[in-house]
C-alpha cells in the first residue's frame, strides 16, 4: 500500500510533533529525515509484528515511535523539538523486521516537511 506522511509544518522550539504515516500495514516501519545539506538518516523504526521499537542514539529520549493496526499508521513524535529537527521526515515499509539503512525498504513515502523555529 502507498505510505503518506502528514503532520509536517512549522512548529516553534521547545513544541512538540506527531507525524503519522498512513498505510503501514502489518510492516516494519521506518521513519529517516534529511535535513538541509545533509544525507538522509534513520531516526526510529517499529517492527511488524512484536511492535519492538529503535531509535537512533542521538535521539532516544525524545522520540516516541508507535503503531495502530487499526488505523494503518505509525506515528513519530518528537517533544522537545529543537532547530536541529529541521528537516524533511519520511516513513517507509519492509516486512517483518526494522533495518536502519534507507534502500533495505521496499515502499517510501514522499515525505513531509518540519521546520523548528521562532
Known amino acids: 500500500a502507498r505510505l503518506v506522511e502528514t503532520g509536517g509544518g512549522l512548529v516553534q522550539p521547545g513544541g512538540s510533533l506527531r507525524l503519522s504515516c498512513t498505510g503501514s500495514g502489518s510492516r516494519a516501519i521506518g521513519w529517516f529525515r534529511q535535513a538541509p545539506g545533509k544525507e538522509r538518516e534513520a531516526v526510529a523504526c517499529?517492527?511488524?509484528?512484536?511492535?519492538?521499537?529503535y531509535y537512533a542514539d542521538s535521539e532516544m529520549g525524545r522520540f516516541a515511535i508507535s503503531r495502530d493496526n487499526a488505523r494503518n499508521t505509525v506515528d513519530l513524535q518528537i517533544n522537545p523539538v529543537t532547530p536541529e529537527d529541521t528537516a524533511v521526515y519520511y516513513c517507509a515499509a519492509r516486512s517483518y523486521l526494522c533495518s536502519g539503512t534507507w534502500s533495505a525498504y521496499t515502499s517510501r513515502g514522499q515525505g513531509t516537511r518540519v521546520t523548528v523555529s521562532s
Open positions: 517499529i517492527n511488524s509484528s512484536d511492535r519492538t521499537s
